[in-house]
Nanobody, 126 residues
Framework: QVQLVESGGGWVQAGGSLRLSCVAS????????MGWFRQAPGKEREFVAG????????NYADPVKGRFTISRDRDKMTVFLQMNNMKPEDTAVYFC???????????????????WGQGTQVTVSS
């Protein structure tokens, strides 16, 4: 069992920045990657960014490329999502998740993840 706890959400004006954190605990030894997803009201959950624990390979959804950066601190079992130049369409609940999928990059499908955090609200005003 893996527990994930997100923090860092909040309100920001368009063009501003936020940094999300996700701390993993429990049986993390077979967790190969972490992903950030988001879900806006009335929309499906979508992939935002992913990172491999071991080699820090990263991948991003097209809407956030160049604006968001995912990183990890292996010693603290923490993954970060730095969000810059934020837009109103970034407004959503953001979730971190972990997977035992060991491909080169973190998977983009939510079904490939088996442990999820509770989510943190991010609101970007125009």
């Amino acid at each position: 069992q893996v527990q994930l706890v997100e923090s860092g959400g909040g309100w920001v004006q368009a063009g501003g920045s936020l940094r999300l954190s996700c701390v993993a605990s429990g049986r993390t030894s077979l967790r190969y990657a972490m992903g950030w997803f988001r879900q806006a009201p009335g929309k499906e959950r979508e992939f935002v960014a992913g990172i491999k624990w071991r080699n820090a390979n990263t991948n991003y959804a097209d809407p956030v490329k160049g604006r968001f950066t995912i990183s990890r601190d292996r010693d603290k079992m923490t993954v970060f999502l730095q969000m810059n130049n934020m837009k109103p369409e970034d407004t959503a609940v953001y979730f971190c998740a972990t997977t035992s999928n060991n491909n080169i990059y973190a998977p983009r499908e939510s079904a490939d993840y088996d442990s999820w955090g509770q989510g943190t609200q991010v609101t970007v005003s125009s």
